[in-house]
């Protein structure tokens, strides 16, 4: 989903999009940014899309759920 208004989480950093899925790929683990724990694809995570305003680059991270997302938001002073 993007966000209609993205959230700016410091410097030249904005949330511009969010979404929860899975996806039948369970070779795929990622590490979770807030948490550390792995999230395998194919088990329900969500994904955040970072904008990078300066070069104009997106990063996506893909985290646990919302409550370790939440938790990655409050580390910005901005959030």
Do not use: K, N
């Not at 511009?16 to 948490?35: L, Q």
């Amino acid at each position: 989903m993007q966000l209609a208004t993205p959230h700016h989480i410091g410097g030249r950093y904005y949330v511009e999009a969010v979404s929860v899925g899975r996806d039948p790929d369970s070779a795929t683990v990622r590490d979770c940014p807030s948490c550390g724990g792995h999230v395998f694809d194919d088990e329900w995570h969500l994904v955040a899309t970072v904008l990078d305003q300066a070069s104009d680059a997106r990063q996506c991270h893909v985290y646990c759920g919302d409550d370790c997302f939440r938790g990655w938001l409050r580390l910005f002073a901005g959030a």
